[in-house]
Each structure stands twice: as C-alpha cells, then as structure tokens.
C-alpha cells in the first residue's frame, strides 16, 4: 500500500514562495515518476508539474513554467514544489499522486496516477 502525505501550503502574499513537500511510504519510490496537480474551488483538478522516475525529466503547465521547480530526494521518499512569484491564480489545493506504472517519464494526466495525497490548501492574497 503507498502513503502520500502533502504538507507545506498555506497563505502567502503575491509575489511570494512557498515549498510543498510529499512523503511516500510504500513500494520504492525510486521507481515511479510522480506528479502535482492542483484543483481550485468549482474547477476540475489540473495538472501542474511532473517528474521522472530518474528526476532527470520535468514537465509544467505552462502557466507555471519558470516560477515552479519539482524536485525529488530518493533517499527520503519525498517529491517537492517550489512555487516562486505565486499569484492569486495560484490558489488551490495541491495534491501529489504517484505514476500507476513503474519506470516512467511523468505524465500530464490525471488518469495515469494510481495513488493520491490527501492535498495541501495554498491561498495566495492579492
């Protein structure tokens, strides 16, 4: 059984920083590309950036592309966002969910993840 745990959201000014972090327990965490998605009140959850099971590939939306870096330590089980020059429209909840198949590049849709966190609620104020 895989574990995912979000923590480090919360409220922050525009043009501010936050870094989410996502513990995995369960199968080896090296083997799987991981994913952040996010899903605002009345939307449908979008995706947001994506790693590589190596951490050598990373995909964004375009939206944040240039403010947001996904990261991923192997040797503490845990997949991160930094989310520099945060907007408003940057408010959601932030979920990280775990590829379904071993040895992937990280995929920009949601039906490709198996296991889900239970998210982290980022409000950013104008």
């Known amino acids: 059984q895989v574990q995912l745990v979000e923590s480090g959201g919360g409220l922050v000014q525009a043009g501010g920083s936050l870094r989410l972090s996502c513990a995995y327990s369960?199968?080896?965490?090296?083997?799987?590309?991981m994913g952040w998605f996010r899903q605002a009140p009345g939307q449908e959850r979008e995706f947001v950036a994506a790693?590589?099971?190596?951490?050598?590939?990373?995909y964004y939306v375009d939206s944040v592309k240039g403010r947001f870096t996904i990261s991923r330590d192997n040797t503490k089980n845990t997949v991160y966002l930094q989310m520099n020059s945060l907007k408003p429209e940057d408010t959601a909840v932030y979920s990280c969910?775990?590829?379904?198949?071993?040895?992937?590049?990280?995929?920009?849709?949601?039906?490709?993840?198996?296991?889900w966190g239970q998210g982290t609620q980022v409000t950013v104020s104008s």
């Open positions: 969910a775990k590829e379904r198949g071993a040895y992937g590049l990280g995929s920009q849709s949601l039906y490709d993840y198996d296991y």
């Open positions: 369960g199968r080896t965490f090296s083997r799987y590309a």
């Open positions: 790693i590589s099971w190596t951490g050598g590939r990373t």
